[in-house]
Each structure stands twice: as structure tokens, then as C-alpha cells.
């Protein structure tokens, strides 16, 4: 309680406030699991930091952790994640040559009744500014070649709001971050309706495939023809 009775402020309104000195992978890690930068801490399970190789040649940015990303701890394990796989897979990126990592590190959810199941929902605009700095540090530390922002939060955040993803999906732009090429995000693909669906998944797919084509041959080999 502060002195004047009211509870403590449970968020200092930036992320900037909690970077530890000299930071490393493993340093921003540990300091963004005792994150408040912003309110999304309080009901989210853990902080779900990125993951991959500290100098991978692409940095894949997600929106947020989704409800299974938040239980495990890790970005990118549910369905998204599975469909980012098979598209890696198929582009012939190698997944453990890749970085993923998402715009904010905190699940935001609405619990649905009666089930209560957690549903997604999205950050807004002051949530992923408080947050960006974690994604600051990530891009300074791996420095990777291309940087792929998947669905509209991540490109907004790296390229402004102004920026549409359905007008320039695909395209690499160069910005302050290096290289950035936004794409959809793999949810909105398994969102789509039945009859579209195969459609948002080739193009997804043909994004990723793009992407593979800007590699070095370590991290992109061609696909397998057999
Ligand atoms: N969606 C995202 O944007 N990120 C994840 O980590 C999982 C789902
Ligand atoms: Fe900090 Fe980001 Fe979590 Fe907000 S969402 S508390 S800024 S790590």
C-alpha cells in the first residue's frame, strides 16, 4: 500500500523499466519474468519470452502467447505453432536455425462463459508499445538477417501503424529493426472459412517460402524433392 491507503500501481507503464544491465539472452529472460510494464502480467500464467538460437539467421515476431503458449512457457507450441512448422518444413527453413518471439510476452484473454475456456484477445495499441522493448533488446542481441512479423500487431509494431499487411505481405522492407517482411499471422489462416482456407494457407506458405529464398544455405536448404 502506498501511504495514502491506495493498492501499489500493478504496472510502471513500459517494459524499459525492468532491463537489466549488460543484457544477454539469458539476462532479458529472466528479468522479463518479473515483468509489470504493463497490466497483462497480472492475469497471464508466466511471461513467455522468445526462443531459438542467440545468433539465428530470421526472427520470427508473433502477436502474443496464445492460451497453450501461456501454460507452457514457450512461444508457438499450439495450432499456430503447428502451422508455422509445417510451413518452415516446407519453405525449408530449418526451425531450429530460427528465432520466435512475439510482440508482447504476457497472454491477454476474456474467459468465455460458462466454459470459462480463455479466449485471445488483442493487445492494445499502449500494451505493445510498453512491451516492445523486450523485442528492442531481442533484435539488437540476434541480429537477424530478416525479421518476419506475422499478422498485423507485429508488422505495426516494427513498421508504424499506418503500415497494412494485406497491401504489402510478402515484400521485404528495409526499416531501423534491418530487414522486415510481414506476412499473416498462422492463426488467421486456421480462422479462415472452410472454403478459403486452402487459399490463406498457400499463400502463407508461398510468404515463408519467400523468406527461405533471402537465407544463407545453412538455414535454407532447398526442399526435398522426393
Ligand atoms: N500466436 C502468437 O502470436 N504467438 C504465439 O506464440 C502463439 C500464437
Ligand atoms: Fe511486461 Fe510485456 Fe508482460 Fe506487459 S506484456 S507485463 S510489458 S512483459
Known amino acids: 500500500m502506498s501511504p495514502g491507503g491506495q493498492p501499489a500501481a500493478p504496472a510502471t507503464g513500459s517494459a524499459a523499466d525492468f532491463l537489466p544491465p549488460r543484457p544477454t539472452l539469458p539476462r532479458l529472460r529472466a528479468a522479463a519474468a518479473h515483468c509489470r510494464g504493463c497490466p497483462l502480467w497480472l492475469h497471464a500464467t508466466q511471461t513467455v519470452f ?3 538460437p542467440g545468433a539465428a539467421d530470421v526472427m520470427f515476431v ?3 502467447p496464445g492460451d497453450q503458449e501461456d501454460r507452457a512457457g514457450q512461444p508457438f507450441v499450439g495450432p499456430a505453432g503447428r502451422l508455422l512448422d509445417a510451413g518452415l518444413e516446407e519453405a525449408g527453413i530449418d526451425r531450429r536455425r530460427v528465432y520466435v ?20 484477445k488483442k493487445p492494445t495499441p499502449a500494451e505493445v508499445r510498453a512491451c516492445l522493448p523486450w523485442l528492442e533488446q531481442e533484435i539488437a542481441l540476434v541480429k537477424p538477417r530478416i525479421i518476419v512479423a506475422l499478422g498485423a500487431t507485429a508488422a505495426q509494431a516494427l513498421l508504424g501503424n499506418a503500415f ?5 505481405r510478402g515484400q521485404v522492407v528495409e526499416s531501423s529493426w534491418g530487414s522486415v517482411v510481414a506476412t499473416v499471422h498462422p492463426s488467421s489462416v ?15 506458405f508461398r510468404d515463408l517460402a519467400r523468406v527461405a529464398t533471402r537465407l544463407t544455405p545453412t538455414s535454407a536448404r532447398a526442399p526435398s524433392t522426393n
Open 50 to 52: 522468445g526462443e531459438g
Open 62 to 64: 508473433g502477436e502474443q
Open 101 to 120: 518471439t512475439n510482440a508482447v510476452k504476457h497472454f491477454k484473454f476474456v474467459r468465455r462463459e460458462p466454459t470459462q475456456r480463455r479466449l485471445h
Open 164 to 168: 497494412r499487411v494485406t497491401q504489402r
Open 190 to 204: 486456421l480462422r479462415a472459412p472452410a472454403d478459403a482456407r486452402a487459399k490463406a494457407r498457400r499463400e502463407f
